[in-house]
């Protein structure tokens, strides 16, 4: 099943990615009137953009928060633990249209003040549920590894990841969904990617270029999502 | 020379005594019960053996030699521990759960293959288990695995805490059977926890009763029945501990008196059927039952037995020698 969906997902992404040039030019005869439009990148370069403004970020936030994670759970203690917990709850609820306009003074125009802004945006959220994962292994599987003679990156590697991945995956499948979206917002700081058509069509009434942008998006955050669902869907 | 010495152990969480002064020796090769109500100790002592707990002062010899010379790991890789909570990892299937010290310990796979294979024949559990995940198994067979992964790199002491503790009763007996059949065979020195009186008078070499963090007594079943009248014995133990201690004796491993067989039965007392692990205690209760003097005790071979009250004496005696 869930094949189908992600194969359904790529395929309508893929045409309308591809096929966009035919549906602009129906568009045209009907409304021969539209605004001429500086933008004349490829959709699919937008594309390439697009995921490394919000891939790169969310990739390097998983691997700093999980490494830091760990190495809370480890040596950390229960108020490091909590103030860690309490962060990531705090940071998601923070807006990153937010971040991106504090990150601008800093970094100045184009790619890099986004890519910043859904790095700290990805960051704690992971961290959280890493540490929440990490603390919620039941303490009779613990006590059993430890009572076996394992150490504590022993403890850590064969036993507390593992059990732990899947609460540090629904971080990151958060926090993946929200930057893939979220990295539209680059384009009104100078980034590339989907947002460039999608404000430009808001400034011009062009709904057809707000489409142009959206729906690779939309299709792209629903691929993340099928990804994730098909491992909860088998550990179930 | 002892197995496990424990010498003046003391431990304490901030004001609260849990081992106050606890000096004990486990023989080689014995299965030793350390029972007592919650809060006793007996866990916080089980733990100071793998160091899990670090204890205040005092010392435990393993085997000759301090249990605080070993790294912690090193030493917790060469003792069996079992804990009721099972802790199977549930990411792991049966093999792979009882293959971890032997992993740890860099056994090679054809030797851990062997040695799961040779627990097995000893266990309950047949070759179809070892594929299955721990979701997929029952409390009983759970407890089972747990106890061969405790086995599983053959060491030579074992530390059982409460390990069939959160089984039903039904199925805890049928472990703990199997558990003695095992030891016998084994021949490992076990600490064993429990608060079950039951549990320890059947499966017990020695018994060490512990309260407040202090040893009260320590002696075979038997023997602590000349001692009920000591306060906290009696107390703990209850009154009954004659009567449950018959569950400990099977009537096939005693071989009955002689003197009363009478291969024809006269017809007017009640009959019971022998049945393998048929105890003392079974027997007895089979007399109140009868209400009678006597009772007929059929083997499948066909022959009756007359049994009195006398002879369920008699029999004690000769289980207590």
């Known amino acids: ?236 | 020379m002892a197995m496990i010495s424990i010498e003046a152990l003391y431990k304490s969480y901030g004001k609260q005594a849990a081992l106050d002064g606890f000096s004990l020796e486990v023989e080689e090769g014995e299965l030793l019960i350390l029972i007592g109500p919650s809060g006793c100790g007996k866990s916080t002592l089980l733990k100071c053996v793998n160091r899990m707990v670090q204890y205040d002062s005092g010392s435990i010899v393993l085997a000759g030699r301090p249990v605080s010379d070993y790294k912690e790991e090193l030493l917790r890789r060469g003792i069996g521990y079992c804990i009721q909570e099972v802790g199977l990892f549930p990411h792991m299937d049966v093999y792979e759960n009882i293959a971890v010290v032997p992993r740890l310990l860099r056994w090679p796979e054809e030797r851990i293959k062997e040695r799961v294979d040779r627990l097995l024949a000893i266990s309950g559990l047949s070759a179809d288990h070892l594929k299955k995940y721990p979701r997929q198994l029952s409390g009983g067979e759970a407890q089972r695995v747990g106890v061969l992964r405790a086995l599983a790199s053959d060491p030579p002491v074992m530390l059982m805490d409460e390990p069939f503790g959160a089984v039903d009763p039904l199925n805890r007996h049928t472990l703990q059977a199997e558990f003695l059949k095992m030891q016998k065979q084994l021949k490992k020195t076990v600490v064993f926890v429990t608060h079950d009186v039951d549990e320890a008078i059947l499966l017990a070499d020695r018994i060490a009763l512990m309260e407040k963090g202090r040893l009260v007594a320590v002696d075979e079943p038997a023997g602590l029945e000349a001692r009920l009248d000591e306060g906290f014995i009696g107390d703990f133990l209850g009154r009954e501990y004659p009567l449950r201690l018959l569950s400990r004796y099977e009537i096939k491993e005693l071989g009955l008196c002689g003197q009363n067989v009478e291969n024809a039965a006269d017809g007017k007392d009640m009959r019971i059927a022998m049945e393998p692990g048929m105890t003392l205690k079974d027997l007895l209760s089979g007399l109140i039952r009868a209400q009678g003097d006597a009772v007929l005790l059929t083997t499948p071979e066909g022959a009756g037995m007359r049994i009195t009250f006398s002879d369920i004496k008699c029999l004690m005696q000769g289980a207590k020698r």
Request: proline letters at 5%; a positive charge; one cysteine or more.
């Open chain 1, 1 to 236: 099943m869930i094949w189908v969906r992600r194969a359904a997902i790529i395929s309508l992404f893929v045409l309308f990615v591809f096929g966009f040039g035919y549906v602009e030019a129906l568009y045209s005869i009907i409304v021969p009137l539209r605004p001429a439009i500086v933008e004349r990148t490829a959709l699919y370069v937008l594309v390439w953009q697009h995921l490394v403004i919000a891939l790169v970020p969310t990739l390097a936030a998983l691997a700093i928060s999980a490494a830091s994670g760990c190495l809370l759970h480890v040596y950390g203690n229960e108020e490091l633990k909590s103030l860690a917990i309490s962060l990531g709850s705090i940071g998601e609820t923070f807006p990153s249209v937010a971040i991106i306009a504090l990150s601008v003074p800093v970094l100045g125009y184009g790619n890099l003040p986004c890519m910043l802004a859904l790095f700290i945006y990805a960051v704690l959220p992971i961290l959280r549920n890493t540490v929440t994962g990490l603390s919620e292994v039941p303490r009779g599987i613990t006590e059993a590894a430890r009572g076996m003679g394992m150490d504590k990156f022993q403890m850590l590697f064969k036993v507390e990841l593992p059990l732990a991945w899947p609460v540090m995956a629904a971080g990151l499948r958060i926090a993946l969904i929200i930057n893939i979206s979220a990295a539209t917002l680059g384009a009104t700081v100078g980034a590339g990617g989907l947002g460039i058509p999608i404000v430009a069509g808001i400034r011009t009434y062009d709904i057809l270029m707000v489409i142009k942008g959206t729906m690779p998006v939309l299709l792209m955050a629903l691929f993340a999502d099928s990804m994730f669902a098909g491992r909860s869907e088998k550990r179930a």
